[in-house]
């Protein structure tokens, strides 16, 4: 059973570049989510999605967009990267069970993403 | 919105001691997790935990939800113990909130 998994696993970028981060989700989940990770910090929540759509967003930029192919997984595109953009950026997934997710959320490896 | 507080913010401990981490929060939530951060940054669940106790091996977890607080307990700790411990908590329909982590070091 293939768990969450990202790519690529490490990017360096300048600032101004446009970057897109792949998640795929554990089998048999539907709910993606991806977080923000800062040295030092706890994982900074970006936004969700279900059914292609996004449902959830956090304190994040409209620089920071989205999407949810039909095979359920991700996209995270950052445009006009900044420095403080640099990051390990996270992907978890989850199963959708009633209202809203309520079930174990497991997460992906990560990409870390460098801007120069 | 929601602010979760973990404590103590580093631990260094012995091997084969015991040790308690601590997670609270500020308003009502529909459930709780807790994770070990190894160095690699992979975030591994522990457990799922809403509410009520839970044991796996030597960690075991109790969130009391009227409280507004989780306990994290490791028992005989191990060098490949240490890392980060993270508490998360979901308010709405799915938006999570971490914590700052507990940061764990087993010496041996």
């Known amino acids: 059973d293939a768990g969450v998994t990202q790519s690529p696993t490490h990017l360096i970028k300048t600032r101004g570049q446009q970057v897109t981060l792949r998640c795929s989700p554990k089998s048999g989940h539907d709910t993606v989510s991806w977080y923000q990770q800062a040295l030092g910090q706890g994982p900074q929540f970006i936004f969700q999605?279900?059914?292609?759509?996004?449902?959830q967003r956090g304190n994040f930029p409209d620089r920071f967009s989205g999407h949810q192919f039909p095979n359920y997984s991700s996209e995270l595109n950052v445009n006009a990267l900044l420095l403080g953009d640099s990051a390990l950026y996270l992907c978890?997934?989850?199963?959708?069970?009633?209202?809203?997710?309520?079930?174990?959320?497991?997460f992906g490896p990560g990409t870390r993403l460098t801007v120069l | 919105g929601i602010q979760v507080e973990q404590s103590p913010p580093d631990l260094i401990l012995q091997e084969g001691a015991n040790s308690t981490l601590r997670c609270n929060f500020s308003?009502?939530?529909?459930?709780l997790q807790w994770f070990h951060q190894n160095p690699w940054g992979q975030l591994i669940n522990l457990f799922y935990i809403p509410s009520g106790t839970k044991q796996n091996g030597r960690l075991s977890a109790t969130t009391v939800a009227t409280e507004r607080y989780s306990l994290l307990y490791i028992s005989s700790s191990q060098t490949t113990d240490s890392g980060v411990y993270f508490c998360a908590v979901y308010a709405n329909a799915g938006k999570s909130t971490f914590g700052d982590g507990t940061t764990l070091t087993v010496k041996p």
């Open positions: 999605y279900y059914e292609e759509e996004e449902r």
């Open positions: 308003d009502s939530v529909n459930n």
């Open positions: 978890a997934s989850t199963r959708e069970s009633g209202r809203w997710p309520t079930d174990t959320q497991y």
